[in-house]
């Protein structure tokens, strides 16, 4: 049975805001990152945040994701931020090292701030 995830997004100015509510795991990682893909790729400004302040559990293979996209946005010169993460997923991106590869900050208006700067 498919866990439920909703992922909310929103543009504020040149910026695509991803909000993450409630689980991300085998069972709807897929689905929910090719959904992602498809919205980032067609997104003009190419700046991108992750807002994790809902997200309450990530599998292996949603990090995978989320590394991914880091690569290719990286790669094209654009930019991303992860933001807003609960202490029990800021541990699990810390302790895989993401946080130390994607700009993390605890407040979306700060990634906002250094996103534009």
């Known amino acids: ?10 543009a504020k100015d040149d910026i695509m805001i991803f909000e993450f509510i409630w689980e991300l795991d085998e069972t709807n990682s897929d689905k929910t990152f090719w959904a992602l893909y498809k919205k980032i790729w067609s997104f003009v400004w190419k700046k991108i945040i992750f807002n994790f302040s809902w997200l309450k559990y990530l599998n292996s293979k949603s990090i995978w994701y989320i590394a991914d996209i880091f690569s290719n946005i990286e790669e094209n010169n654009w930019k991303m931020f992860i933001t807003n993460c609960l202490e ?17 900050v605890e407040k979306e208006e700060e990634a906002i701030t250094q996103i534009n700067g």
């Open 88 to 104: 029990w997923v800021k541990d699990i991106l810390e302790l895989v090292w993401i946080t130390s590869i994607i700009p993390t």
């Open 1 to 10: 049975m498919e866990t439920i995830i909703q992922v909310n997004d929103r």
